[in-house]
Nanobody, 116 residues
């Protein structure tokens, strides 16, 4: 059994910052990629950022230069530092971990709302 617990969402004004955290626990031997995705109302879930087990990162064009993904392998935790937030960033943010090919887990989602 694997659980992902997300935290750090909330309401912020445009231009502000938030830091999301996602801690994985349970029967985990190894985590490969970790990532953040988001889903805005009426839209499909989209990739925000991913990070490999050795720290290689990938970002959606819309967040490059504003968001930073990082991870603490000792704590099985992934973070997303979000700066210069704008209303278009409003969405439910989900973390995802890949433990092996074909097996991944999702967090429950955390709401991020950016007011103009």
């Amino acid at each position: 059994q694997v659980q992902l617990v997300e935290s750090g969402g909330g309401l912020v004004q445009a231009g502000g910052s938030l830091r999301l955290s996602c801690a994985a626990s349970g029967s985990i031997f190894r985590i490969n990629d970790m990532g953040w995705y988001r889903q805005a109302p009426g839209k499909q879930r989209e990739l925000v950022a991913t990070i490999t087990s050795v720290g290689m990162t990938n970002y959606a064009d819309s967040v490059k230069g504003r968001f930073t993904i990082s991870r603490d392998n000792g704590k099985n935790t992934v973070y997303l530092q979000m700066n210069s937030l704008n209303p278009e960033d409003t969405a439910v943010y989900y973390c995802n971990i890949i433990v092996r090919r074909g097996l991944s887990y999702w967090g429950q989602g955390t709401q991020v709302t950016v007011s103009s």
